[in-house]
């Protein structure tokens, strides 16, 4: 039997009283007639339909000997989206919808259930539903606290601040000192531009594990707003030096510095910039992806926490969302870098290698399996890779840019320049590609008037790149080619990098820079200084060369370019995987 | 009907004849405005303005096919009221124009069109803007597929030229004086071919005439088109992170009519996104014009001038780079004015959805502070995507308040589901300066026009009637062009001042100081550029509240020059040449 919600005729003796606040358009909808052949399937369907929209009105619930006023939980647009999620968030509010009816259901019971069918919705962002579904579980269970809090985080996250402060409030009133609730409200009252209000709450967060990360992070926040910058820096490096994966927190520390007047620091935190949240251990928000159906769903959750640099959630999320969608080579890619981001370089291993198993042309896959065996010292197998990475792609810049690497140390040195040459024209701003170009050019014998016109084009590109204007500056100080050799721009050029950075190697360009000039005894001058800096800094294993130079000098000779090019800083750095795990760029995440 | 002002005006003063009239009449500024529905009422249609902007969708999802159109208001006739210019779409990709989902407007072919003001005064005192499309007898012939516009007068001749932003090749068109353009990109050099949206002119080597920066958006080409989703799965538009951001370019102008491209040589080429906003402006007072890129989904670049010919990146150390957060927002549309009274150039960007709009407040040394927060902008911005946008004080209180025009770029699923044949629409905004920083919406109480839900664009600022407070040309995507012209303003006083540089031309960047007895200073700067796609009136309108009462006002020009005007009138138009005020040494 069909129980029409607010039909007290029918409402079985004992059953939970319960009826519509206001009529619904399928309230309306129940009530028309239905001609005769399509009654049976008619009322089938609106019976399907009733279960679940009795949840969509608001409702007068009566259960433990009370009277509950439920709201209504608007049915969210699940249209177009997976059909394993709609069928899980349809079927359970189908339950709910039933448990709302069902006699003798105590007010704990249906609390629970709204509360879990909440975290359903809130685990998919749907926050509305969410919402509604979390205020009827604080009603019918008014000292719990978890309902209160969770309704506060939907609230925050659907951009409603001032619903969630008197949502985290009344959190706070049930457990007043609860630290994640504490600095969760902190955060809103920030967002509301609200710091002197924010900042006590986070003094409980500072002191508790998991917390002080991100209740650092608040508070050196919070200074900054108020243009403490001392404070902002002391809150802001202690965040960091708590969780140097919050690399978001690079960026108030650097406008604190900046605010300090010390604009060496603020350059130097910029550099470091990056999207990675402080991480705050908060369980009953963490279960929330436990709620979480469909692959698609755990795509999502894993990108954000890509996105936040919280790699283990990302690995959870691709693992999850695999289980349900295991042929996605994409996402077993993106599996793969987010095992190796969270230090499990040879779980990332296998899941490339399953994922080349699956796809063995993909392009992704290859290249980064290339550059992981690159790293691990296997350079002929990582330029296979590489190699079918351009037969996909003949643009893609960093498959040059590696392989030209590999090549340049198998002694290809011509093949090394054309793969450099190729990567810096595709990505204009790989100036080392420009460098290196360069140097495997002058490996492969080509004339220094070749290898300047390339270095003189990268330094018109780059003027303040030093990995640019040093080789320039060497080779035309040492180039035995007359047409080449400028002393009188190595030195300009030298004493540009000098000044900018009083560092060893910048000192010996000068010295070669005078010794182009002929002027010997500058040159001796700027070389002996740079051996006592290097020995007073202990680099002893550097003097053989700097004083070979040395005497080269006070014979009033030049150095040989093959040794003034031959500098630590000319060569490719060994192969590293974390850059390109970490930020290579996707057309999608997975 | 009577009309006041005639096209043979060159370099004349006939708005301030205008306002002179309406005051000889006994209406002034004061009266002449008719209070109807609220603060604006949109008048394209009744004022002869009937473009529609086709942007040549054909369900292929091309992602630049949401992202125009724009629009100028500028006096290419010199006949001392505002012209409009609109660029328009066209097809993207092999279909046919019959495949388009939404046929192009009846009559009219598909290229940018000029529009005339022959503003008019009615017998009630009321300035009557009216246009005529002149496209055909202007000689302009776009080509491509239109999205921004800027303008400026780069040969220095007195007569102001057209720069348009494509898909495909932009054009200049030189002003001929006569009412005709010839179109000279090629022999000017300036026949950028990547995709821009948004360009600025600027003389930014003060040698006297105009240069040109052009802020590129991705390499896109239908042919290689993407294919993105919705977060449900279903067919959406990408984002630009689908596509490889393009450089952009700045264009030196020789003098000779040529520019020559020192994209590299400036240091312009070390750094670039994916620029849909230009603005240029002063932002560390060392009185050399610097530039501010806005860009989608990326950092933006702010490029302080070396003085030296050579532009450093400092967006970042500045402040103006990410938000607060530390995040890049996808920045569209731009403005730079003076929000908070203090006398330096503060910076506000538009964004997607779910972001807030962003404000950066400047101390004065080019350093800022996001400071959206705290002045009430963030709320109501998140639940909109933003585009043109515009400073301007509609109240003429001396405070400048905010436009901003919204449309998103990727369909809203509650559209969807209703079946919306584009599911982009929202409406627009206005917020109102409260003074000490805080700003509050009223929307509600600015007109009907604000009631509809449209994919805007472009936003031009200008004083399209002359009668003392700034209207907005509206762009809008697969829509109707609007002219939302004030009903407020003018209930107030204030100040309209043209500023002509050395040359003749309009002092882009000038800034203006308007000193009130027992007030605060106000500042205000000839410009041109900012918003998004579009292209505002150079000439400066301050708002002076409820007193008439004007101290001097000092001129800070472009070439470094700095001079003072006393006994100006309020409640006209005036214009101060460079060279003949007093020069104030500083």
Redesign the interface.
Known sequence: MISLPGSDARRPAGSPRCSQVRGSGLARLRRAALPGPALLLGWAIIAWAQDADTLAAPLSWEGGGQTYKLVAVPAPLLEGREPAMQQALGSLRRELAALVRKPGVKPVELGEAFGHMGRHYHAHHLYGAAAGCYTNAETLEPGVFRWPYLLGYAYYQASHPHKAVAAYRRALAIQPGDAAAQLRLAAVYLELNQPAVAEPLLERPLEQDGLREAAAFLKGKAALARRDYENAVRYLEAALAEGPQATKAHYPLAMAYRGLGDVDSARRHLKLLGEGEPRVVDPLVDELGTFLTGARTHYFRAIEAVRDGHYDEAVYGFTEALAQDPDNVNARVSLARSLYLAGDREGGHEQLADALRRQPDHLLGNFLMGVLLDEQGQPGKAAEHYQVTLAQDPEHAGAHYYLATVLLGQGEFARAAEHYAAAWRLEPRLASARMLEAMALLEAGAPHTTVRARLDQAVSAYPDETMVVLPLARLLATSPDAQVRDGARALTLGEGLFEASPRLENAETLAMAYAALGRYEDAVAWQESAISATAAAGQFFQLPRLEDALSRYQDRERLPTSVALNASMLRPPPARALGPFREYPTLSAY | MLTLLTRRNPHGHAASILGRVLAAMGLSALSAAAVADGYFSDQAEASGVDFVQFNGMSGEFYMIENLGGGGALFDYDNDGDLDIYLVQGAMLGPKALSEALFPPQPGKPLTDRLYRNDLSVARDGTPRPRFVDVTEASGIRSAGYGMGVTVGDYDNDGWVDVYVNNYGRNQLWRNNGNGTFSEVTDQAGVGEERLSVSSAFVDYDRDGDLDLFVSNYVYFDPEEN?E?S?????RDYCSP??YEPA?DRLYANRGDGTFEDVT??S?I??AFGTGLGVVVADFNGDAWPDIYVANDGMANQLWRNQKDGTFVDDG??S?TA?N????AEASMGVDAVDVDGDGDEDLFMTHLL?ETNTIYINDGEG?F?DRT??TGL??PS??YTSFGTAWFDYNNDGWLDLYIANGGVNNF??LV?QNDPYPLHQTNQLFVNLGEGQFKEVTKAAGKVFKLSEVSRGVACGDVDSDGDADLLVVNNNGRARLLVNQEGNRRHWLGLRLLDARGRDALGARVRVERPKQRPLWRRARADGSYASANDPRVLVGLGDSAALGPVRVYWPSGLVEQWSGLQADRYTTLREGEGQEVKS
């Not at chain 2, 919705?230 to 279903?234: K, L, V």
């Not at chain 2, 607060?324 to 995040?327: D, I, K, P, V």
């Open positions: 993407r993105c919705a977060p449900d799965g279903s992170r689908a450089p590299a040589k240091g080429a070390r970042l150390l402040g990410v607060m957060e530390g995040a779910g350093w502070e927060m705290a963030a709320a998140k639940g699923l509650s589901l």
